[in-house]
């Protein structure tokens, strides 16, 4: 059964921690994507990966980290350093510039 | 930057009316355009794609429209159904060769509510 997962569905982080979201695909996609979602905003993108080993910085990557060490997978941290980070986080994964699949996303709520 | 803009953030009309959703885009050096609808608190579905040498595509009960020149999409849902109540969003994809080649620009999207 092909497709994206998101782990967790939910996330709650006390003020100061890190915290790492998971997502994985089974697609063989080499691209893959982390956007941010806020309530009546579009997405917005904060990494991108094209290949493995290798990624760059979207629109809005300050207080985020990545890494894509495999390429079915481009877990996503938030740092201490995003100082908003309640939102609905999205990844998503293409073949080159095709279609963009999307993953069912995480809620991530600050306490 | 390119900014993309959906008018109109909300729309609730009853079962049955053909409807446009409209979608403007700042920038016409586009690769292609993407329209997607969201569920609430769900993932993005895609709906369907036109490329920028393309005038419009069809799914279904679903057209979307691309003027380029004048950086405007519209997507038409003919008889509409409750279950087409979603969030629909516009995307757009900059010209390949630029170093922003794979990122998409998304809309604010339109909610959209189709009541019986």
């Known amino acids: 059964d092909g497709g994206i997962t998101q782990s967790p569905k939910y996330l709650f982080r006390k003020e100061g921690q890190n915290v790492t979201l998971s997502c994985e695909q089974n697609?063989?996609?080499?691209?893959m994507y982390w956007y941010r979602q806020d309530p009546g905003q579009g997405l917005r993108l904060i990494y991108y990966?094209?290949?493995?080993?290798?990624?760059q910085k979207g629109d809005i990557a300050e207080g985020y980290s990545v890494s894509r060490e495999k390429k079915e997978s481009f877990p996503l941290t938030v740092t201490s350093a995003q100082k908003n980070p309640t939102a609905f986080y999205l990844c998503?994964?293409?073949?080159?510039?095709?279609?963009?699949?999307f993953g069912p996303g995480t809620r991530l709520t600050v306490l | 930057k390119q900014e993309v803009t959906q008018i109109p953030a909300a729309l609730s009309v009853p079962e049955g009316e053909n409807l446009v959703l409209n979608c403007s885009f700042t920038?016409?050096?586009?690769?292609?355009l993407q329209w997607f609808r969201q569920d609430p608190g769900k993932g993005l579905t895609s709906l369907l794609l036109?490329?920028?040498?393309?005038r419009e595509q069809t799914s279904g009960r679903l057209n979307a429209s691309l003027d380029k020149s004048s950086g405007r999409s519209t997507l038409y849902i003919a008889a509409s159904q409750p279950g087409d109540s979603a969030t629909y969003l516009c995307?757009?994809?900059?010209?390949?060769?630029?170093?922003?080649?794979?990122?998409?620009?998304f809309g604010q999207g339109t909610i959209l509510t189709v009541h019986p």
């Open positions: 998503a994964s293409s073949i080159r510039t095709d279609t963009q699949y």
């Open positions: 697609l063989n996609h080499d691209a």
């Open positions: 990966s094209q290949i493995v080993n290798d990624f």
């Open positions: 920038d016409s050096a586009i690769y292609n």
């Open positions: 036109i490329q920028s040498s393309q």
């Open positions: 995307a757009v994809r900059p010209r390949a060769g630029g170093t922003s080649y794979g990122k998409l620009t």
